[in-house]
């Protein structure tokens, strides 16, 4: 109990249960600790077991051969008081005419330990198992399905010349990003040449994306450095435009992360009405160089964005009018699937769905499936609850803090483990919630 104090888990029910107040790392024992602290410790116990526990390695002063020696050298030399308080002397205390025993004068070396606490440990260790061999060349990433129902829509937008733009839009954690990147692996074959991934952000600009000037190093005839001046370069929208449009046979994407952080009509500028298809190969003159250029048609566009989120720029009817735009909802359907593929036991998965029920209903976009991927156990949830959910929740419900208050404390029960319910089995998620 003493030890599972200073675990997540641990502290959480303890505080929840009446035994600790005050914050983690300063917390303080109330009155109920005590009871809660005898009812762990087994009758049979005894002071004189747990100094042993506390010496076995470390070892004691040569001239202590009896319990009160060993007792006296705790309090004063080790633990520097002058005794226990009176509240502790009844836990704290020696067993009457318990033997002292036989005492070695050479601490054991470290293999000897092992060898008589974990025999086993010990056998493992002097024939530690073959390790396998891994190739030193990383195995092909799987492309996905074309029963994809997301890929299906983009591959029948491109053979029907709908679009070869499309924007993956839904709240954070619906997978947008890593279903952009298996699109873009599934659309170039994995070759990773034909794909640029670029995250906008409200510093980017369209000197960063299609061209602008750029400083470089002045040198004067001798080859000497003189100053900075300033070069108009092609920037990355640009340059793998003209990539794609030289190798015409295949496709090229553009993966762009987070549309809407940046501004987007400053970003694209006059490019924008070019991501038509039925704009592609017309030549057009760019802002700055008054450079003549063309968007090649198997240049497609793949962007993701979360259109709730109000602290970014809005996406407007100009700009959504040129994308197919792709939902992605929170899937229960998928995340059940995925846990018990990998094993979750059924308490846990069923507590991770009900948490995930609470929170849809609690978000007005929803609450992604990915957040809670990597649940394994109910310590895992706790975590995902205290650093994926939590501060979230309450900036979306800060002015309604009863609600938050009650979810918090649903959560918390739905949370707490009944350990000897959960060593029989009995531990089900849907008698506590």
């Given amino acids: 109990m003493w030890g599972n104090l200073f675990s997540s888990r641990g502290y959480r029910e303890m505080r929840m249960q009446g035994y600790l107040e005050?914050?983690?790392?300063?917390?303080?024992?109330?009155?109920?600790?005590?009871?809660?602290?005898?009812?762990?410790?087994?009758?049979?116990?005894?002071?004189?077991?747990?100094?042993?526990?506390?010496?076995?390695?470390?070892?004691?002063?040569?001239?202590?051969?009896?319990?009160?020696?060993?007792?006296?050298?705790?309090?004063?030399?080790?633990?520097?008081?002058?005794?226990?308080?009176?509240?502790?002397?009844?836990?704290?205390?020696?067993?009457?005419?318990?033997?002292?025993?036989?005492?070695?004068?050479?601490?054991?070396?470290?293999?000897?330990?092992?060898?008589?606490l974990a025999p086993r440990l010990a056998a493992y260790l002097a024939t530690p198992p073959a390790m396998e061999k891994h190739e030193a060349t990383p195995s092909k990433k799987e492309l996905m399905s074309t029963d994809d129902a997301v890929l299906a829509v983009i591959l029948n937008a491109i053979s029907k010349k709908t679009s070869h733009s499309f924007l993956l839009a839904g709240p954070p954690g619906t997978g947008k990003t890593k279903y952009a990147h298996d699109i873009a692996d599934f659309l170039t074959t994995g070759d990773q040449s034909r794909v640029l991934f670029l995250q906008f952000h409200p510093a980017f600009g369209y000197d960063d994306f299609v061209e602008g000037f750029r400083p470089v190093e002045a040198k004067d005839e001798a080859g000497e450095a003189i100053g900075v001046t300033y070069k108009l370069d092609p920037r990355h929208f640009l340059?793998?435009?003209?990539?794609?449009?030289?190798?015409?046979?295949?496709?090229?994407?553009?993966?762009?992360d987070e549309l809407n952080r940046g501004d987007v009509a400053r970003i694209f500028g006059e490019l924008l009405t070019y991501l038509e298809l039925d704009y592609r190969d017309k030549?057009?003159?760019?802002?700055?160089?008054?450079?003549?250029?063309?968007?090649?048609?198997?240049?497609?566009?793949?962007?993701?964005?979360?259109?709730?989120?109000?602290?970014?720029?809005?996406?407007?009817?100009?700009?959504?009018?040129?994308?197919?735009?792709?939902?992605?909802?929170?899937?229960?359907?998928?995340?059940?699937?995925?846990?018990?593929?990998?094993?979750?036991?059924?308490?846990?998965?069923?507590?991770?769905?009900?948490?995930?029920?609470?929170?849809?209903?609690?978000?007005?976009?929803?609450?992604?499936?990915?957040?809670?991927?990597?649940?394994?156990?109910?310590?895992?949830?706790?975590?995902?609850?205290?650093?994926?959910?939590?501060?979230?929740?309450?900036?979306?419900?800060?002015?309604?803090?009863?609600?938050?208050?009650?979810?918090?404390e649903d959560v918390d029960q739905l949370l707490k483990v009944d350990e000897e319910a959960e060593v029989s089995g009995d531990d089900d998620a849907d008698s506590e919630a």
Avoid at 106 to 111: A, G, I, V, Y
Avoid at 323 to 329: D, G
């Fill in 239 to 256: 340059n793998f435009s003209r990539q794609a449009k030289d190798d015409s046979d295949n496709h090229y994407v553009l993966v762009i």
């Fill in 283 to 408: 030549e057009f003159t760019l802002a700055i160089s008054g450079a003549k250029t063309k968007l090649p048609r198997n240049l497609i566009v793949l962007a993701t964005a979360n259109p709730f989120d109000r602290s970014v720029t809005d996406l407007d009817d100009a700009l959504l009018r040129r994308f197919i735009v792709i939902t992605l909802e929170p899937d229960k359907a998928l995340l059940t699937n995925y846990l018990k593929d990998k094993g979750v036991e059924d308490r846990v998965l069923k507590r991770t769905l009900h948490l995930f029920d609470i929170l849809n209903e609690a978000f007005p976009a929803g609450f992604g499936h990915t957040n809670f991927l990597q649940v394994r156990t109910i310590e895992d949830l706790a975590d995902a609850w205290e650093g994926r959910v939590k501060l979230g929740l309450q900036r979306t419900l800060f002015h309604d803090r009863q609600k938050f208050d009650a979810i918090r």
């Fill in 22 to 116: 005050g914050e983690k790392t300063t917390a303080r024992l109330t009155d109920n600790f005590e009871g809660a602290f005898e009812g762990e410790i087994p009758a049979t116990f005894q002071f004189e077991d747990f100094m042993v526990w506390l010496f076995a390695f470390k070892g004691f002063p040569d001239e202590i051969d009896s319990w009160q020696g060993l007792y006296d050298h705790l309090i004063k030399d080790e633990l520097e008081l002058q005794d226990f308080q009176d509240a502790y002397k009844g836990r704290f205390k020696l067993t009457p005419e318990r033997t002292w025993p036989e005492t070695l004068d050479d601490r054991p070396s470290n293999k000897e330990f092992i060898q008589e």
